[in-house]
């Protein structure tokens, strides 16, 4: 318990650090979101006048005067009641408006492609660690080269042959735009088909990693005591591997896949811009190229938060699975 409590409150020290950061940064920057705005609208004709300025102002908190203390309890109590402000880029929705409509794009895109390249990856790298010089070991290279292909250049060599050439995908978009959104089949199946290549990208860019990563503590176990130990027990060679030695090896994968399950939110920027993928990643993009503070808040605090979350999983689960970790902490 006292583990747990300790985890706890660390946790909740590293979220206000992050919160009082993502209050902070944006305040240093060049420029305010007011001015921004105001420019697009005299940009599209739009006449700005005192009042509108105003009201901008009151709007998007520009050329706040306050103090910062008062700014900054502002902000805490805007952030309890879940106002992240209006996104200059999307105005006039509001911030959570802009995060929720993308979110969900970015989890079933990045989230299922990056459960299918950890379990692909770490299952093989079991398999080709248990019996190290084979040809399998020798063909670890092979997947490895994928992850240091940039993923842009990755995504277009997909789009060119799965999309151009051979016609089995769209290249581009979330879903047929003739469909309306919603829990109905046609709409469902048009998100997949969309969906598979830049999956697919991920899935490859990422599947090396997790494969070698395996495959390197599984050699280093076999040469544990324990293993040792139950291959003079006589047990069979099954039970060793799954029991004995993937076991062990997996610790430090399970820490990598919590983590990149927590950076599942801030979305594959590249990917998403290649294949005009509606997800998070598109939309923070847009909010760094228009200067879009509150927007850029928004999704940093939603990142901040879910690799805390995932560190934090992390962290108990190593005290279920390997009591070590509780003495010593």
């Known amino acids: ?5 300790r985890k706890l409150l660390f946790y909740a020290v590293a979220v206000w650090a992050a919160i009082t950061l993502n209050f902070a940064i944006p305040r240093l920057l060049p420029g305010n979101p007011v001015d921004i705005l105001l420019n697009k609208l005299q940009a599209r004709g739009g006449t700005v006048t005192p009042e509108s300025r105003a009201a901008f102002v009151a709007l998007l908190g520009g050329d706040n005067k306050d103090p910062l203390l008062v700014q ?6 805007n952030l309890v009641h879940g106002d992240l402000g209006a996104s200059v880029t999307y105005f006039p929705a509001p911030v959570t408006e802009v995060i929720s409509t993308s979110m969900p794009w970015t989890i079933a895109l990045v989230g299922i492609a990056t459960v299918i390249a950890a379990v692909l990856g770490v299952g093989l790298g079991a398999i080709v660690g248990w019996k190290p010089g084979t040809w399998l070991d020798s063909a670890v290279p092979a997947t490895t080269i ?10 277009l060599v ?16 979330g879903y047929d735009v003739v469909l309306n959104p919603g829990f109905n089949a046609p709409f469902i199946e048009s998100a997949i088909r969309y969906g598979f290549v830049p999956a697919l990208t991920i899935v490859l ?5 997790w494969l070698l990563g395996m495959r390197n503590m599984m050699v280093s176990t076999l040469s544990e005591d324990y293993v040792l130990t139950a291959r ?23 820490a990598g ?37 509150a927007l850029m808040q928004g999704i940093f605090l939603y990142i901040t938060l879910a690799v805390l979350g995932a560190n934090l999983v992390v962290d108990l689960l190593y005290g279920l699975i390997d009591p070590r970790t509780r003495a010593n902490a």
């Open 205 to 209: 860019a990422s599947v090396g990693g």
């Open 257 to 293: 896949f919590a983590i990149s399950l927590g950076f599942v939110v801030s979305g594959s920027v590249v990917t998403e811009q290649v294949f005009s993928y509606p997800g998070i990643g598109s939309k923070l993009l847009s909010a760094v190229q228009n200067n879009d503070y």
């Open 158 to 173: 997909l789009v060119y042959f799965l999309a151009r050439v051979l016609g089995w995908f769209p290249s581009q978009g």
């Open 232 to 254: 003079a027990k006589g047990l069979p060679e099954r039970t060793i591997l799954r029991n004995y030695a993937a076991r062990n090896a997996v610790l430090p994968s399970i």
């Open 72 to 77: 900054y309890w502002d902000y805490l109590v």
């Open 1 to 5: 318990m006292n583990y747990v409590l």
């Open 146 to 155: 994928l992850a240091a292909v940039p993923y842009f250049w990755l995504a």
